[in-house]
């Protein structure tokens, strides 16, 4: 077996932030009563446009996943919580008044960053 030199030797077994994932990745939760495909698609329509000028603002964000949190299929006019897997550099500081959906909150659950 291979000797571990001391830079590995010292991060054994220890869990650093990042993604193996492309880039900077976000978990958006979706909480709302009875979400519709409707109210889905405003929110995907709204963060994957940009929203800002000269870096101010909003980036755009690629959706490169959404499911509930037990892994049960989406139900419009059901299903109250959903969360969106987005992928992207910049910010999102989406507020459901962005979108006009009443009774919609948006958070930003977790952010995975790349490994240095």
């Known amino acids: 077996m291979a000797q571990m030199d001391s830079y590995n030797l010292a991060n054994w077994k220890k869990y650093g932030i990042s993604t193996s994932d492309a880039g900077r990745t976000l978990i958006l939760k979706l909480a709302g009563t009875d979400l519709t495909h409707a109210d889905l698609e405003s929110v995907v329509n709204y963060i994957t446009t940009a929203h800002g000028v000269n870096g101010a603002g909003d980036s755009a964000?690629?959706?490169a996943g959404v499911g509930t949190a037990n892994g049960s299929a989406f139900v419009s006019g059901t299903t109250d919580t959903v969360f969106l897997k987005v992928q992207g550099t910049g910010d999102?500081?989406?507020a459901t008044a962005d979108m006009a959906?009443?009774?919609?909150t948006i958070t930003v659950?977790?952010?995975?960053?790349?490994?240095?």
């Open 92 to 94: 999102i500081t989406v």
């Open 109 to 116: 659950e977790a952010i995975f960053t790349p490994a240095l």
């Open 101 to 104: 959906i009443s009774g919609l």
């Open 61 to 63: 964000f690629t959706v």
